[in-house]
C-alpha cells in the first residue's frame, strides 16, 4: 500500500473485475421498474458468495433485497439499485443509436453501474472490517424501481432504516463530486373518470364522454403552471384514452399526473389543487371521477457534516484517471451531442463550458452555486429517514444527456468501469471514515435531528398504497 493510500482502498481493486462482471451482466439483461427478476437475481447470488446474511423480497418487493455483514456497532447502508429504462436499447461501445431491440429497455441512467459499485464498497467495507477486527456493520441495500417506482420510499416505510446510523451512495454522472441534495419532491396520481358510452353520431347527447374529462383536467392544469413555483412541475401520460372508436363516445378514461415540487409542503398544496381541477373537469363533462396514488418520493435533505467528510475523501483521490482511448470515444459520443447539451454539464456546476474537455477531468469544489434543473429520487425518503450523503462520479462524456441512448451506448465501456471502481472507492472510504470517527457520526445525527425539529417527515405515500410489484 502506498504512503498516501487509503487503507480501504486496496480492499476495492482486489475485487474490482468480479463487480465488472455484474455490472455487464445486469446492463445485458435491462429490467424496468418492479420486474428486475434477473438483476435481482444476481446482485442476490454476489451477495452469497461475498458471504453477507441475506433477506430477500423486503417490504413486500420481490426484487429488493439486502445483504449484511460485520458484528456489533454503526450501522453503515450503502444503496444501490438496476433498474432500467423503456426505450433506450442500445449496443453498448458504439457511438451511433443502433438499437438491439425495437422498443427494448436500457440501462440510460446507469444503474448497472451503480449497483455494482455499491455493492462493492459494501463488500469492501466488510473485508476491512472482518480483517481489522472493528466492531461494525455494513449493508448492502438492492433497490429496484428508481425510475418512477419509489421501492426505497415503501421500505423507509416498512422501518427497514430504522436501526441504521449513515446511508451512503452514489450516482453516475458527467463530473466527480458531492451530491448538493437538491431534488424535488413528486407523487404520481392516476385520475380515472367514468361516464356513459353513446353512438357519437347518432345520439351523442345520451353519451358523458370520460376522454372529454381528462383534456379538461390538463387544460385546467395547463392553465394552472403560470401561478406555481417556477422550479415546480406537473407532466402527464395518457393510460387509457378511452378506446380507438372515435364513433363511441367514450366511458373511461385514465389519466396519470405526475407533480413535483421543491419540498414535501408545496407538493401537498400541488396536488391539492391538481385534485380540485380533476373534480372541476367531472363536473363540466357530467363524469365521475376516482384517484389512485401510483407512487410518491420526497425531497432530498442534505448532511453537511457528511458531506464534508465524502469531499475530503475525493479530494484524496482526485478524478477518475481516464486514458487517451477513453478521451478518444468520448469525443466520439461529444459528436452527436449539441453545444447545448455540453455547456449543460458545466453550467450545472456554474462553470464556464470547456468544448474541449471530452471527459471530465476534475473534482467539483463542495459549495459550489447551484444551477439547473431538478429531477427526483427515492433517496429522497432515505435522506429524511437517516443522515445521507451521495456522490456524483463521472462515468461517461461531459454533456451526455441522461435517458438517451448515448448513455447507455457508454454503460460497457472501460472507462465506465473506472468511474464504477472509483465510485466504489469514495463510498467506501466515506464508510470507514464514519466508522472510525465518532464525533463526525454524533454531528451528522445531530445536524440531521435538527432538520426534522423543524421540518417533521411525513411519507408522501398513503398507509394504504402498496407497491406496484405487477406492471400497472
Known sequence: MK???????PYVEAKREEFIGLSDRVFDTPEIAYTEVRSCAEHTAMLKSEGFRVREAVAGIPTAVIGEAGEGGPVIAILGEYDA???????????????????????GCGHNLLGSAAMLAATAVKDWLAAEGIAGRVRYYGCPAEEGGAAKTYMVREGLFDDVDIAITWHPASFNGVDDARSLANTRIDFFFTGKAAHAAGAPE?????????????????????????????????????G??????????????????RDLQGLAELVTRVRAIADGAALMSGTKVESKVYTAVSNLIGNRPLEEAMQAEFDALGPVPFDDTDVEFARQIRETLTRADIADSFQRLSMKPDFEMAICDFVAPLDRPFAGGMGSTDVGDVSWAVPTVQARVATCAMGTPFHTWQLTAQGKKPFAHKGMVHAAKVMAATARAVIANDVLRSNAKKAHKEYLAEFPYTCPIPADTRPPVAAE
Open 206 to 242: 345520451l353519451g358523458r364522454s370520460a376522454l372529454d374529462s381528462v383534456e379538461l383536467m390538463n387544460i385546467g392544469v395547463n392553465y394552472m403552471r403560470e401561478h406555481m413555483p417556477d422550479d415546480a412541475r406537473v407532466h402527464y401520460a395518457y393510460l387509457d384514452a378511452g
Open 85 to 107: 429504462l423503456p426505450g433506450l436499447s442500445q449496443a453498448p461501445g458504439v457511438a451511433e443509436h443502433t438499437s438491439i431491440s425495437d422498443n427494448g429497455f436500457g440501462h
Open 3 to 9: 504512503s498516501n493510500e487509503n487503507p480501504i482502498w
Open 244 to 261: 380507438v372508436a372515435p364513433n363511441v363516445v367514450q366511458a373511461k378514461a385514465t389519466v396519470r399526473q405526475l407533480i413535483r415540487s
